[in-house]
């Protein structure tokens, strides 16, 4: 784009540098020359110093000094800045002129080449005359200088040479050509920042100078000139905090002038310099905020300065400028570090400068709509000057340097303003404006502003629409339509709408007119409703191919060629079917669909209602409605079209709830899965013509009904009656799909058996099945046992089986699948045993599943229903007896260690904890090797019936044998009980209990006793003790019988004597009882000397310690009883 | 005064906007529905910290060249916004919160009537009479 007169000037926006020209140099054809001008200006760092430089020959001509002026007193100032001035002192006037020069110091042509340097230098000073701008020479030099002060030729020479030049040492550099050119560039430039730092700060000095030279009424506008200059030529010296003070007080001048109409433009062209560079100042001290409330009060200040009402779009080009030049500031401070806020950022100086671009858009409308404008200015154009640029910035170019309050001619003021009139027609301000917007639309993404950014895009699309760019303007509208319409802004939806409507027609989209129009008609809409019942007919018109009437307000140049479009568009049959989504908008009708019910037996035909309403001020007729559903084959029953029976209700009324119902009957195969409806489609208009496809995914509803529905629940509000057949719109939900179940079985299942279940016991469980079917029940088949999807540890433990004859193993399955019952007749019954067999205790759910089909007849369709009916029952199981295991001596002493080939009792009780009569119906001892019974062992609980809580008790006489290695302990083996429930009819099981292990001695000597069960006062009892040695060891025995009151006895009282190994000794003692009763025996005490731990004690445990002593028997009595 | 005063739903729809009818309604309903951004983060930023006590006042959500739009959100985030002209420099702050505690109390009574439902349009005259008394009289 090229510069307006509204943009900053370049020089204005740069950083200002300090200007140092270059002379001598020779950069096309002298390879030394180039380098060291590359050194100085390729790839400057930013560390580097703040110098421009350039390269000028040595005979540049520089601009001419004025005469320096000795008074004001007589001068009037013509404007207040000059349009060169900033430019001049960047770009032109330089702060000190560089003379390189090829010299070594052992130069042989000495005084030659110091009289040709001179040369030079003259010619330089005399093209600066009158300016304070100094020269310095650099010799370029191919040798390595000595360190100063060795060099005696050169310290002589160098002072010859500033002589003859006229130069101070200070100016006079030496440039050695060597390896280290940029080290030296550096230090060169380095001093040449100090020179011209100076320069600047005489500058200064000599503008201040001006200051007591002038007064107040005349010379007003220099004041800010003066300001201005120090302020710019500070920035110069890079001295940006007197800069900032100096154009600070330069504004404050600036709004001292006495603005009228000839100069205000004057001024705010200025006044808006002067504020661009505090606040570019401001945002680069890093004080965001004073640049904020710089420009703040800028613009109050200048908001009300119009000037000029025929010129009022200058005033807001040039507020518009205001405003983007800062959001320019703003956002480059920003790449810079700067962090801005949701509520301060730049996008709202951009989205200001953009209503400022409308506004002088709307003026520029308004003001230069004159006919005489049309023609173009006739010449000499006004806006031409002399030298095509003004003077003095902000003036008007019929009369440059005019500071009076008039006008000086009217006649040429009246044709300068028609002029710029006219240049203003042809300003590209749709363009401007949506540059603007996008700018800001970007600044306000960035900080999380979508409302706005969609507002702005808003703004963007009815730009575009303005520039007739309808494609563009339609992108933008519909990229943020949605937004609007899920927040539910209708006033503005109905807004967009309507500029999207009319690009539409203006192109002749038919999809997008249809889609905006039904959006239009609708509920969402808040247009008038004459607008609406036009839009309608507008889109029946579509629909017949015809084509539509004009929007309002548009372009009648536009609507003449869009109607040729609509014409066009028809003869092709272009865009003939079209497809609205209806969850996209919110169309004119609304749809809702129900199946009746969340689910449907397979035998009842499945009823489904569409429910339609249009909100339009017309009726709609349509030609076809039909529904999808997620199984196609349905979906030929859920259709209406024009042509077909019922199709007198094809039409919409406007406000009435339509319904339309349909029914069909399931499949077989879908029992079981879920039919959901997948879309609604409403076809309007006729195939031959042009059609509209309206959708609806799912059961209806488009993007506002989820919240009417929502509100419709929530609200009290009662319900007006309507008449019969009608429904309350609100009252209507959506119920998108259903399940289709299977027919509700008519049989009977009983389950007969008596709980809980005993572990292991085959538990019978009679099921009885009767069918309640009116026909029959074919191919019942049963499935019966443990619920799957338990514990898995349950399968494992839990056996079912229908045979009742024996008891069931590990082989069984836990759940018999399908067992064939065949057909039955209705009202026939039949009875199936089911033998359980839990090996844990625990409850177990049992499933028992009756499934059988029936052929059935709905609405003329022979279907085939399967049913089945579940019956699941818990079952705990518990145990039913418990056997506690006791080891005793013979004299049934507790044992808690048995002796090898020592007699001892093994005891059993069983307690029964079943809460039913247990049946025990024998009991088995199977011995481990290492126990042996005494005698047979014979079962002493056969057919015992044992009641809850009783118990029944067995004991068997074992001996140890000895143990092959010798073990500690010795296993028992098992004990066996079978048993059953006490009823007939169940099969025997076996209970194996297993037997604890025992610990196992071995003694070294084992004694025991014969005598007789019992003894008679005064009759000799003979008792024989047997002794016998179980060692491998000779042992000596000490034997000793302790004397008794109840005995007298004969025998060894106390004797010692040895056993051989193995070899038993026997002892006999006749006793001779006293007293009559259970008598103690003598004590017989033995010690082995060899072993003195084995105590008598536990050889005691082996004999018996007391006997029954009869009393002396009458001979008499033997005979009388044997006579009785 | 208020050029505009509207009452916004939790789900940012409006309940209910009204401005002063010289001047372009769009325009206000504009206005309202971009202060929402201000206002949602505004909201979030402080249900951060403390939900119990927060203050229900935004105070100035931004200004704009000719208007100041001021948020206040209830505690079931029922927004209400007032815009004023910035050229108005008579009302403080303290007098924008003051109209907003009408403002609550008003919405309260419109809520605690048994015939309003919670979520529609607010058509009380009682509320339309409050928001009148703060609005600039057209004349």
């Not at chain 1, 050194?39 to 005469?67: M, Q, W």
């Not at chain 1, 203006?506 to 409703?529: I, N």
């Not at chain 1, 039913?916 to 015992?944: F, G, I, K, N, T």
């Not at chain 2, 403002?103 to 349009?121: A, E, I, Q, R």
Request: hydrophobic share 40%; glycine share 4%.
């Amino acid at each position: 784009m090229t510069p307006t007169q509204w943009d900053l000037p370049p020089e204005l926006c740069c950083r200002p540098m300090a200007f140092v020209a270059l002379t001598g140099l020779d950069v096309v054809y002298n390879a030394v020359h180039r380098a060291i001008w590359d050194a100085f200006c390729v790839n400057r760092r930013a560390d580097r110093v703040p110098i421009s430089f350039k390269v000028l020959p040595g005979d540049h001509e520089y601009p001419k000094c004025r005469t320096k002026r000795t008074s004001y007193e007589w001068y009037i100032p013509k404007g207040i800045l000059k349009t060169s001035w900033m430019n001049k002192h960047l770009n032109m006037v330089p702060a000190l002129v560089v003379l390189f020069y090829e010299l070594d110091w052992d130069e042989v042509q000495w005084k030659e080449k110091q009289l040709e340097c001179a040369t030079k230098v003259e010619i330089v000073r005399t093209s600066l005359q009158g300016r304070n701008t100094k020269v310095a020479v650099v010799l370029i030099q191919k040798k390595t200088p000595l360190p100063p002060g060795e060099d005696v030729m050169a310290s002589e020479r160098a002072g010859a040479l500033c002589n003859a030049c006229d130069l101070s040492g200070k100016f006079l550099f030496v440039l050695p050509h060597t390896d280290h050119l940029v080290g030296y560039i550096i230090r060169l430039e380095n001093a040449f920042y100090e020179h011209a730092q100076t320069y600047y700060h005489n500058e200064i000095r000599r503008v201040k100078s001006h200051k007591e030279f002038l007064n107040k009424t005349t010379h007003q506008l220099l004041f800010v000139r003066h300001q201005f200059k120090i302020a710019f030529f500070s920035e110069l010296k890079q001295d940006t905090q007197n800069a900032l003070k100096h154009y600070k007080s330069a504004y404050g001048l600036v709004h001292e002038l006495r603005a009228h109409e000839t100069n205000i433009l004057e001024i705010k062209t200025l006044a808006g310099f002067i504020n661009y560079k505090i606040c570019r100042l401001c945002f680069q001290h890093n004080t965001p905020l004073d640049a904020i409330a710089q420009f703040r009060k800028h613009i109050d200040l200048c908001k009300k300065k119009i000037g000029s009402a025929e010129l009022a779009f200058e005033h807001a080009a040039w507020m518009s400028k205001q405003f983007q030049s800062f959001g320019d500031l703003f956002d480059e401070a920003i790449k810079l570090g700067l962090t801005a806020i949701q509520t301060q950022n730049p996008g709202f100086y951009y989205q200001q400068a953009a209503h400022y671009a409308q506004e002088r858009k709307r003026q520029a409308v308004q003001l230069c709509g004159s006919p005489e404008l049309s023609t173009g200015c006739p010449p000499p154009d006004p806006l031409d000057t002399p030298t095509a640029v003004l003077d003095f910035y902000g003036q008007r170019a019929w009369r440059q340097g005019h500071q009076s309050i008039d006008p000086p001619d009217p006649e040429k003021e009246k044709r300068g303003i028609l002029g710029l009139q006219g240049k203003e027609r042809e300003v590209p301000h749709s363009e401007l404006i949506i540059a603007l917007l996008s700018n800001a639309v970007a600044q306000f993404k960035k900080y999380k502003c979508p409302r706005m950014k969609g507002h702005l895009m808003v703004q963007m699309g009815e730009e575009y629409y303005h520039t007739k760019d309808y494609a563009k303007a339609l992108k933008l509208l519909d990229y943020v339509m949605c937004d609007y319409r899920t927040e539910r802004w209708w006033n503005l939806l109905t807004s967009i709408l309507s500029t999207a409507l009319r690009c539409s027609y203006l192109m002749a989209q038919v999809k997008d007119y249809v889609a905006y129009g039904m959006e239009l008609v609708g509920r969402a809409s808040s247009l008038p409703e004459d607008q609406k019942s036009r839009i309608e007919k507008n889109l029946f018109k579509v629909l017949m191919k015809e084509v539509p009437e004009a929007e309002p307000d548009c372009d009648p140049a536009a609507v003449r060629a869009a109607h040729a479009l609509w014409s066009e568009r028809a003869a092709q049959a272009a865009e003939d079917e079209v497809m609205v989504e209806a969850q996209d908008c919110v169309p004119f009708v609304q749809c809702k669909a129900r199946f009746l019910h969340p689910s449907f037996h397979l035998d009842v035909p499945v009823q489904l209602h569409i429910f339609l309403r249009a909100d339009c001020p017309h009726p709609v007729h349509f030609s076809k409605l039909c529904v999808s559903l997620s199984n196609q084959d349905y979906n030929q029953y859920c259709c209406v079209s024009e042509g077909s029976s019922e199709s007198q209700g094809l039409c919409l009324l406007p406000g009435q709830t339509h319904m339309f119902a349909f029914r069909f009957v399931a499949r077989t195969e879908d029992v079981g899965k879920k039919i959901e409806i997948t879309g609604v489609d409403l076809i309007l208009g006729r195939e031959s013509e042009r059609c509209v496809f309206l959708n609806w995914r799912g059961g209806g509803g488009d993007t506002a009904s989820a919240h009417e529905a929502l509100q419709a629940s929530r609200s009290f509000k009662r319900r007006d009656r309507l008449p019969e057949q009608q429904v309350d719109w609100d009252t209507v939900t959506i119920q998108a799909s259903t399940m289709i179940i299977s027919r509700v079985p008519r049989i009977s299942v009983q389950l007969l058996h008596s709980p809980p279940a005993l572990s292991n016991e085959m538990y019978c469980m009679t099921i009885t099945i009767q069918s309640l079917e009116d026909t029959v029940a074919q191919d019942v088949k049963l499935t019966a046992g443990l619920k799957p999807g338990q514990d898995a540890n349950l399968t494992q433990t839990t056996h079912v089986t229908l045979d009742g004859s024996e008891a069931c193993d590990d082989s069984h399955p836990a759940l018999l699948p399908d067992i064939d019952v065949g057909d039955l007749q209705p009202q026939e019954k039949v009875e199936k045993p089911l033998y359980i067999r839990c090996s844990t205790t625990g409850s177990r759910i049992f499933l028992v599943h009756v499934a059988y089909t029936m052929n059935a007849c709905i609405e003329g369709k022979d279907i085939v229903c399967k049913c089945h009916k579940d019956e699941t029952v818990t079952i705990e199981t518990v145990i039913p007896f418990e056997v506690a295991v006791k080891f005793m001596s013979t004299k049934f002493e507790h044992l808690d260690r048995v002796f090898v080939d020592v007699p001892f009792l093994l005891m059993t009780d069983i307690l029964s904890s079943s809460p039913w009569p247990l049946h025990l119906l024998s009991s088995r001892l199977q011995l481990a090797p290492s126990m042996a019974a005494v005698d047979q062992p014979q079962c002493q609980v056969e057919h015992v019936v044992l009641q809850t809580g009783e118990s029944a008790s067995e004991c068997f006489c074992l001996t140890c044998p000895p143990a092959p290695h010798g073990g500690s302990t010795a296993a028992s083996g098992q004990y066996i009980i079978s048993w059953r429930r006490d009823s007939e009819n169940v099969p025997v099981v076996s209970s194996v209990i297993p037997l604890p292990h025992v610990a196992l001695e071995t003694i070294p000597l084992y004694i025991h006793a014969d005598l007789p069960s019992f003894g008679r006062v005064r009759e000799s009892l003979p008792v024989r003790y047997h002794i016998q040695n179980r060692t491998g060891l000779v042992q000596e025995v000490e034997m000793s019988v302790e004397p008794s009151d109840a005995f007298m006895f004969s025998g060894l009282k106390q004797v010692r004597f040895r056993i051989l190994p193995g070899e038993e000794q026997q002892m006999l003692y006749n006793f001779y009882p006293l007293t009559a009763g259970y008598q103690s025996l003598p004590l017989l005490s033995i010690e082995l000397l060899r072993l003195p731990r084995l105590s008598t004690q536990l050889l005691q445990r082996f004999l018996p310690s007391r006997i029954f002593v009869k009393p002396q028997g009458r001979l008499g009595d033997d005979a009388s009883i044997a006579a009785a | 005064m208020a050029v505009c005063i509207a009452v916004v739903a939790k789900e940012n729809y409006p309940l209910y906007i009204r401005s002063v009818p010289s001047e372009n309604e769009l325009k206000f309903h504009y206005t309202v529905h971009t202060s929402l951004d201000v206002v949602e983060e505004k909201v979030s930023a402080v249900g951060k910290v403390l939900v119990d006590q927060r203050e229900l006042y935004l105070g100035l959500l931004y200004p704009t060249e000719d208007y100041k739009v001021y948020g206040y959100v209830t505690n079931s985030k029922v927004k209400f916004v007032i815009v004023v002209e910035s050229s108005n420099t008579s009302l403080r702050d303290n007098e924008i919160r003051s109209m907003f505690r009408k403002l609550h109390n008003s919405f309260t009574d419109v809520m605690c009537n048994p015939f309003y439902n919670p979520g529609d349009l607010i058509q009380s005259k009682a509320f339309d009479s409050v928001v009148s008394s703060m609005m600039v009289q057209a004349c």
